[in-house]
């Protein structure tokens, strides 16, 4: 699947061509993940080829690499596949070939990028001149709201009919994935109820608890203890007095 995407997509010029005499190679690994529901159950195996962006040389294979992003706001969620791969690159990279899939005719000979990889400096840059991070389309009674940050989106529009007639038009110009109904979204969890939608962020609290080793802590109104036991004359209320003081003249 990841070496067809690469392929369908046009990822790197073929065949490929010899080391260039001066050129920079980037180096690359392959990375294992679990990708987790929003209930923290595993919902699949991920393996991805990336570049080692810190082999990169400024001027040179990278230029610019800033890109905005924005921050979550708002009612369908999209999740585009492999979306750094349909960046288009416009400086020149070289990258080894993928290990374990090195042409056996060519085994010295490295990949020219046509697009982007993950892992290279300039990789959120080149997805983000492709797409821009809010969308909003208005004419008369007809709107719609599309935000993205990285590969998911969440999507909304005036009417259902408007609303698929959008993400058809998105799927011809992108591969990416209808998940349905806005459930999960940077780590909130988004719950409908009468007359909007509900935040909230449990699970992302329950992992913090479980990486500090609270799992089975005993929930309490506040953090601080409310009946503090000090005198008039502690160490620990000298800021305030002196605060105090200097109002009072």
């Not at 005719?105 to 959120?124: D, E, M, W």
């Amino acid at each position: 699947m990841l070496l067809s995407s690469r392929i369908t997509l046009g990822i790197w010029f073929p065949p490929p061509p010899p080391p260039p005499p001066r050129g920079n190679i980037v180096s690359g690994k392959w990375i294992f993940k679990h990708k987790f529901k929003a209930d923290g159950s595993l919902q699949r195996y991920k393996a991805r080829w990336v570049l080692r962006g810190f082999t990169q040389c400024p001027g040179v294979d990278y230029d610019k690499t800033f890109s905005p992003v924005i921050k979550p706001a708002t009612v369908r969620t999209l999740d585009v596949k492999n979306a750094f791969l349909h960046g288009t690159l416009t400086e020149t990279v070289y990258c080894q070939q993928p290990s374990g899939f090195e042409d056996p005719t060519l085994p010295g000979y490295v990949c020219r990028l046509n697009k982007s990889l993950y892992g290279l400096k300039q990789a959120p840059r080149a997805w983000y001149s492709r797409y821009t991070s809010l969308f909003v389309f208005h004419r008369g009674a007809v709107t719609v709201y599309l935000l993205l940050y990285v590969d998911d989106i969440v999507l909304t529009a005036s009417s259902p009919q408007l609303l698929r007639r959008t993400i058809e038009a998105l799927q011809q110009e992108f591969a990416m994935k209808d998940i349905g109904e806005l459930h999960h979204f940077l780590g909130m969890e988004v719950q409908r109820c009468c007359g909007g939608l509900l935040l909230k962020q449990r699970q992302y609290m329950l992992d913090i608890l479980e990486r500090d080793g609270m799992p089975a802590c005993k929930p309490c109104s506040t953090p601080v203890d409310t009946n503090p036991k000090v005198s008039a004359t502690s160490e620990t209320l000298r800021p305030f007095a002196v605060l105090l003081e200097h109002y009072s003249t």
